[in-house]
T-cell receptor, first 111, second 114 residues
Framework: RKEVEQDPGPFNVPEGATVAFNCTYSNSASQSFFWYRQDCRKEPKLLMSVYSSGNEDGRFTAQLNRASQYISLLIRDSKLSDSATYLC????????????FGKGTKLSVKP | GAGVSQSPRYKVAKRGQDVALRCDPISGHVSLFWYQQALGQGPEFLTYFQNEAQLDKSGLPSDRFFAERPEGSVSTLKIQRTQQEDSAVYLCAIGTANSYNEQFFGPGTRLTVL
């Protein structure tokens, strides 16, 4: 089975903290990598695509290690509004782009 | 969701009932996906359409599940003779045309089978 593994958490951090999430994926054919954010009882929303060279978007930094099949997300200066479940997602390597999701890591940012 | 609406948002069905879930993407999106998200799990792929053609239905869990997109826009996911294990959120997603194949999800339909 092609899987994506993540620490389910929860990660409970104070405002302003830096927090890192990691995930591993088993399908070496995967070509596209993403972090999605999902709030309670809402749909997943694309947070960042993850590129081979790593990429940054404001307080969020994503890294990809293809050799180790490992993806990370770093959140700096956490805000209360960052509280959500973060889903690590890869495509299945096929041309259609079917996505394979991890179960998610729950983050709770406290005042 | 970004450019995708789904209806109904909530559906309660008695075991054995048939249900139909609708996905209405903004026009022009070629790729459409259905996913099933059980409680505490990540979404799991069900089926994929390219325009009106259903190119992949490998994720449909049983022959009680059927999807269609006859005019290449609105899609319907039908579940016949619903079972309790069908209780989940059913998510529709549209794919982008870029090489990275990003997907954007509708708000989902939460199905509860009693």
């Amino acid at each position: 089975r092609k899987e994506v593994e993540q620490d389910p958490g929860p990660f409970n951090v104070p405002e302003g903290a830096t927090v890192a999430f990691n995930c591993t994926y088993s399908n070496s054919a995967s070509q596209s990598f993403f972090w999605y954010r999902q709030d309670c009882r809402k749909e997943p929303k694309l947070l960042m695509s993850v590129y081979s060279s790593g990429n940054e978007d404001g307080r969020f930094t994503a890294q990809l290690n293809r050799a180790s099949q490992y993806i990370s997300l770093l959140i700096r200066d956490s805000k209360l509004s960052d509280s959500a479940t973060y889903l690590c997602v890869v495509n299945d390597g096929g041309s259609q782009g079917n996505l394979i999701f991890g179960k998610g890591t729950k983050l709770s940012v406290k005042p | 969701g970004a450019g995708v609406s789904q209806s109904p948002r909530y559906k309660v069905a008695k075991r054995g009932q048939d249900v139909a879930l609708r996905c209405d993407p903004i026009s022009g999106h070629v790729s459409l996906f259905w996913y099933q998200q059980a409680l505490g799990q990540g979404p799991e792929f069900l089926t994929y359409f390219q325009n009106e053609a259903q190119l992949d239905k490998s994720g449909l869990p049983s022959d009680r599940f059927f999807a269609e997109r006859p005019e290449g826009s609105v899609s319907t996911l039908k579940i016949q003779r619903t079972q309790q294990e069908d209780s989940a959120v059913y998510l529709c997603a549209i794919g982008t045309a870029n090489s990275y194949n990003e997907q954007f999800f509708g708000p989902g339909t939460r199905l509860t089978v009693l």
